[in-house]
């Protein structure tokens, strides 16, 4: 592993730091898509101030994939896709990569020829229960499975089952676990599952079948707004608040899309929505009402436009990185930018706690940075990845687990204990001003 800062270190100080870790509690389960709450965040010791301590542990060839990889207690789970026509996905042992289990099915994707570039490999996140593993595949599959075993207990064919056709381009959005029921942006609508059984609770938000309406992009929330708690899900044109138990709309907002590409996970933060577009804008939703129907409006807009990166909440203030690979920081109270980076890479995956960041970028490389408003705070870089790394990075305890292309690898690094080496302590953040 190289390691690449701003601002050098001997050799010697990495091999002197590399040591195992005692883990004093139980990890945080990374045990969905953007970990425990669906926005980023992730408890477990504090992290360093530094990636020099930063150990590999192991690596694991897979087939194709994007979909992020999950942890949870002492077992790694990761989808792939194999040339043969067939998806699969592993358990692996946490300690070391080895193999307990894998579950193989029948299925590809095929998508359309001008997306072929980004590969038709498997995309949709699984989500685990604490006895249960649930696994999407492209042709719009989800099955449950035993986590312990692997062993196959329901599936469920969308197209099958509500007599709509395989999205152009897969099945994308991750399943979202919520008390007995799963939730699933599937057959062009939200569908809510029985946890036990798979059957189908209810249907809603049927939309259109066209290559600009069908599927789904991003994934659902569950948010408390205007005092409801509710389902937040983005169609690739439109934003819903959802009540969970009766599926029906409490609030809708058209959100501007180029060809329908609404493709971030959207954050809540107080009573409100943040989202940002391909080629349109930044746009902050305020829900509000007291009765069966809720309102949408819009607080404010910004001309900063997103892509596939799910921005991140601290303090009031919003980190997304943008479809021109520049980090941008908004004060989410009035929509005015703070500051917007130089540009690194096409995409980033986000990771939080406490005032910093951990950003994986499609290139591997693995970047930390303290929130700051003021200025951006890159506080160490560090490369991780072999190749192409879209998967969504899973932090779990003072491990971190990066999806490559074709394989999964695990790192760990010491906790933040207040001690730092004399060249720690003279390294400077790097701070990149305004356009």
């Known amino acids: 592993m190289r390691i690449r800062r701003f601002g050098w270190f001997p050799l010697l100080a990495l091999s002197l730091v590399l040591t195992p870790l005692a883990q004093a509690e139980e990890p945080t389960a990374w ?64 300690t070391d990569g080895r193999e307990l289990w894998k579950t193989t099915w029948e299925g590809k994707g095929s998508v359309p020829f001008f997306a072929a570039a980004n590969g038709d490999w498997i995309r949709s996140t699984p989500a685990h229960d604490g006895e249960a593993l649930y696994v999407g595949g492209m042709e719009e599959v989800l099955m449950k499975l035993d986590a312990r075993t692997g062993r196959e207990l329901w599936r469920v064919d969308f197209p099958a089952r509500f007599g709509t056709s395989v999205p152009e381009f897969g099945f994308v959005s991750s ?53 409801r708690r509710q389902l937040v899900t ?37 009573d409100a929505i943040l989202t940002s577009t391909y080629k349109n804008k930044t746009y902050y939703y305020g829900v509000s009402g007291g009765g069966p129907k809720l309102e949408a409006r819009e607080l404010w807009t910004h001309k900063s436009q997103g892509y596939m990166s799910s921005p991140v909440v601290i303090d009031g203030y919003a980190y997304l990185h943008l479809g021109n690979g520049r980090l941008i920081c908004l004060d989410l109270r009035s929509g005015a930018e703070r500051w917007v980076s130089k540009p690194f890479g096409k995409y980033w995956s986000l990771a939080v706690q406490g005032d910093k960041l951990l950003a994986l970028d499609e290139g591997g490389e693995l970047h930390l940075l303290r929130a700051n408003p003021e200025r951006l705070e890159v506080l160490d870089s560090a490369e991780v990845g072999r190749g192409p790394t879209w998967g969504h990075l899973a932090v779990s305890g003072s491990e971190i687990f990066v999806r490559e292309l074709e394989a999964i690898a695990a790192y760990r690094w010491r906790p933040a204990n207040g001690a730092q080496t004399a060249a720690a302590a003279t390294a400077g953040p790097v701070g990149v001003g305004s356009r």
């Not at 965040?41 to 897979?62: K, T």
């Not at 819903?240 to 959100?255: A, T």
């Open 31 to 94: 045990n969905q898509w953007r970990g425990p709450a669906r926005d980023g965040r992730v408890g477990g010791p504090a992290w360093p101030g530094d990636l020099r301590g930063l150990e590999p542990l192991w690596r694991v060839e897979l087939g194709k994939g994007y979909a992020g990889p999950i942890v949870v207690g002492d077992t790694v789970y990761v989808a792939e896709s194999s040339k043969e026509g067939t998806e699969s996905v592993r358990a692996l042992r946490r």
């Open 175 to 227: 399943p979202l676990i919520d008390g007995d029921f799963v939730y699933v942006q599937a057959a062009n609508s939200l569908v809510k599952l029985n946890r036990a059984d798979g059957e189908t609770v209810w249907r809603s938000l049927d939309g259109p079948a066209d290559i600009m309406s069908s599927g789904a992009f991003s994934s659902p929330i569950m948010a408390t707004l205007a005092g």
């Open 234 to 270: 983005q169609s690739r044109t439109t934003l819903y608040g959802v009540d969970p138990d009766s599926g029906d709309v409490l609030w809708s907002q058209d959100v501007p899309s180029f060809r329908g590409m609404n493709i971030l996970t959207p954050v809540a933060h107080g």
